[in-house]
């Protein structure tokens, strides 16, 4: 279980990256905006 929260930041990352060069974001619900809002910000405090 440890190996896993240790690789979850990277991923974190990646599926950050991945949502900012998305064609198709605009059409993207607000629920899923705003937890990539949360995910932004918790990666940049660490």
């Known amino acids: 279980m440890f190996d896993y929260i240790r ?3 990277e991923f974190v ?3 950050l990256c991945a949502y ?3 064609n198709g974001k605009d059409g993207v619900p607000l629920k899923l ?3 990539m809002m949360v ?3 918790e990666v940049s405090h660490r």
């Open 33 to 35: 905006q705003e937890l």
């Open 7 to 9: 690789l979850l930041p």
């Open 13 to 15: 990352r990646e599926v």
């Open 39 to 41: 995910l932004e910000i």
């Open 20 to 22: 900012e060069t998305w």
